[in-house]
């Protein structure tokens, strides 16, 4: 279905012909939204005005339907990771992560978007993380070029997210730190999402943040390096939640204490201030702790000797270093 309407619609230039195409692609999807969605996702990148059209189209009539189908198949498509060779399976998960942001322009779909929001921003943010440094092949399409780019394409998603879910003031300080440059940084991705996270915690009150918190505890120890290392970048920042707290300590310390022999220095200083944002959390005294004082005082300080020999010319090293010695060492290890 995906090659007829595309091609029916990209020689159709009359408005009502292009309504009776567009009908009929609503009819077929209403009995066979998966097999439609999982066609378009084949469509050329980047998106030309019909093949987003469509999107639009498929979108309305799960808003009419009532249905999360469509999210379903796109969501488990931005949860792979690209191929980086020859093949189609190359751009799937980027072309999902276009079609989302078609979707998400559609207003009747609120609702459904808001069930699916932690899912799809974690999913968004790894997906930044494996596009660094990829690029589409060739295109006929001309687009901005921070849109060729696969990331591009990707960070476009996750703003439009971010203001699908009413977060324009949350929106305006990553722009203003400028969060979105160091969000597409293979250096400084990390930092880019962590400071999403913080821009994000003044609204993390609600239930919704506490499904995000929940969902990245058993993420922190699944997948590859990229998703590792995004998934804990905003873990840490969420560790300043209140309803943090509520974890339990396998869940929180045991897994940053794990983290600290992280064989990636950037893992461990991300693990060193999750630590130290525990150990400011009122009734939690992580330093007199026995069953944990020796582990925490033996990886800490191995990873304080390691990071002044080894890792001197590592600015993220070096940054974390310099604010736990300065801030946090005593807090942290009773010293």
């Given at each position: 279905?995906?090659?007829?309407?595309?091609?029916?619609?990209?020689?159709?230039?009359?408005?009502?012909?292009?309504?009776?195409?567009?009908?009929?692609?609503?009819?077929?999807?209403?009995?066979?939204?998966?097999?439609?969605?999982?066609?378009?996702?084949?469509?050329?990148?980047?998106?030309?005005?019909?093949?987003?059209?469509?999107?639009?189209?498929?979108?309305?009539?799960?808003?009419?339907?009532?249905?999360?189908?469509?999210?379903?198949?796109?969501l488990k498509e931005l949860q792979e990771r690209p191929s980086t060779s020859e093949d189609r399976a190359f751009i799937i998960p980027l072309a999902a992560a276009s079609a989302l942001c078609e979707v998400l322009s559609v207003s009747m779909c609120t609702r459904t978007v808001t069930r699916f929001y932690p899912h799809l921003l974690m999913a968004l943010l790894v997906q930044v993380h494996y596009t660094i440094g990829l690029s589409l092949p060739d295109t006929s399409v001309?687009?901005?070029?921070?849109?060729?780019?696969?990331?591009?394409?990707?960070?476009?998603?996750?703003?439009?997210?971010?203001?699908?879910?009413?977060?324009?003031?949350?929106?305006?300080?990553?722009?203003?730190?400028?969060?979105?440059?160091?969000?597409?940084?293979?250096?400084?991705?990390?930092?880019?999402?962590?400071?999403?996270?913080?821009?994000?915690?003044?609204?993390?009150?609600?239930?919704?943040?506490?499904?995000?918190?929940?969902?990245?505890?058993?993420?922190?120890?699944?997948?590859?390096?990229?998703?590792?290392?995004?998934?804990?970048?905003?873990?840490?920042?969420?560790?300043?939640?209140?309803?943090?707290?509520?974890?339990?300590?396998?869940?929180?310390?045991?897994?940053?204490?794990?983290?600290?022999?992280?064989?990636?220095?950037?893992?461990?200083?991300?693990?060193?201030?999750?630590?130290?944002?525990?150990?400011?959390?009122?009734?939690?005294?992580?330093?007199?702790?026995?069953?944990?004082?020796?582990?925490?005082?033996?990886?800490?300080?191995?990873?304080?000797?390691?990071?002044?020999?080894?890792?001197?010319?590592?600015?993220?090293?070096?940054?974390?270093?310099?604010?736990?010695?300065?801030?946090?060492?005593?807090?942290?290890?009773?010293?």
């Open positions: 279905p995906q090659g007829i309407c595309h091609s029916q619609l990209r020689a159709i230039h009359h408005s009502h012909a292009r309504q009776v195409v567009m009908m009929a692609l609503c009819l077929l999807a209403r009995a066979f939204m998966e097999e439609v969605s999982t066609a378009l996702l084949k469509c050329p990148l980047p998106l030309d005005r019909d093949a987003a059209g469509m999107w639009r189209t498929l979108a309305n009539t799960e808003a009419i339907c009532h249905s999360h189908r469509l999210l379903d198949v796109l001309k687009q901005a070029p921070s849109l060729t780019l696969p990331h591009g394409c990707v960070v476009k998603t996750v703003k439009t997210l971010l203001l699908k879910m009413g977060c324009h003031y949350e929106f305006t300080s990553v722009e203003k730190e400028g969060g979105w440059a160091l969000l597409t940084s293979s250096e400084e991705h990390h930092r880019g999402v962590g400071l999403l996270g913080i821009c994000l915690l003044p609204q993390s009150h609600g239930p919704l943040f506490l499904r995000i918190l929940y969902l990245l505890v058993p993420f922190l120890e699944r997948g590859d390096k990229q998703h590792k290392l995004t998934v804990m970048a905003f873990f840490v920042e969420l560790l300043h939640m209140p309803q943090a707290k509520r974890l339990p300590e396998k869940y929180s310390v045991l897994r940053l204490l794990k983290g600290l022999t992280d064989p990636d220095p950037v893992i461990r200083a991300l693990c060193v201030k999750g630590l130290i944002t525990m150990a400011d959390w009122p009734g939690v005294k992580v330093h007199k702790r026995p069953d944990f004082t020796g582990e925490i005082r033996f990886h800490g300080l191995a990873l304080l000797i390691g990071y002044l020999t080894l890792h001197t010319r590592d600015r993220v090293g070096n940054k974390f270093l310099h604010y736990w010695i300065k801030c946090n060492l005593r807090a942290v290890y009773g010293l």
